[in-house]
């Protein structure tokens, strides 16, 4: 798995320890599908972008129309994962801000891998505008459905705040969609 950073002010290693905390958190959950962390599926990437480089428009060019610029969000496509945050070097609530819709999309992206062609029949309308009774990929149907629902969890890690001088290991917590139940009975 290749993290790409084309920010200026985030912590690069923070941010990338935290996805991998989040990624490993739902592998551990998957029966020896995937033993370690390092099995897991070198070909995707997750690149982190500033909100202020988002174009409004996907890969094929055409328009979300809803998604405001300002606010940190991502799109998820095969192999890829893009996301849209606060270039800030704050590590405490606007990286709790920005984690938000970094594991909304790491969470397409496990569901992707893991359940490839599975189908599953929408629970909840979302704020995309898929409805209740929709078919649609489980990697979108199950992931919208615990948003609305609120299935979330505590993503807990301990990171550096210090330098490489002076070594200070924090806990850092962060709020992240919980798929780990659903990927325990699934995979």
């Known amino acids: ?7 200026k002010n985030v912590d690069k290693t923070f941010y990338r320890q935290m996805m991998q905390q989040y990624i490993a958190d739902h592998i551990k959950q998957s029966h020896g599908a995937y033993n370690s962390y390092r099995d897991f599926h070198e070909d995707w990437e997750i690149h982190v972008y500033s909100v202020e480089d988002w174009s409004g428009r996907l890969e094929g060019g055409s328009s979300v129309g809803t998604t405001n610029p300002g ?11 893009k996301v849209y945050i606060i270039d800030s070097d704050d590590m405490g609530l ?18 992707i891998m893991m359940m490839r062609g599975r189908r599953g029949t929408f629970r909840n309308n979302d704020l995309s505008g898929n409805k209740v009774g929709m078919r649609a990929n489980v990697s979108t149907q199950e992931v919208h459905d615990r948003q609305m629902e609120g299935k979330n969890y505590q993503v807990s890690s301990y990171v550096n705040f210090g330098t490489w001088i002076f070594t200070k290991w924090r806990p850092f917590t962060a709020i992240g969609l919980d798929l780990r139940d659903f990927i325990a009975r699934n995979v």
């Not at 798995?1 to 920010?7: A, D, S």
């Not at 606010?71 to 994962?81: A, D, F, M, N, Q």
């Not at 606007?94 to 992206?109: K, L």
């Open 1 to 7: 798995m290749k993290f790409v950073f084309h920010t």
């Open 71 to 81: 606010i940190p969000h991502g799109v998820t496509g095969e192999g890829i994962v």
């Open 94 to 111: 606007m990286a709790i801000q920005n984690f938000a819709p970094i594991f909304h999309e790491i969470a397409h992206m496990l569901l």
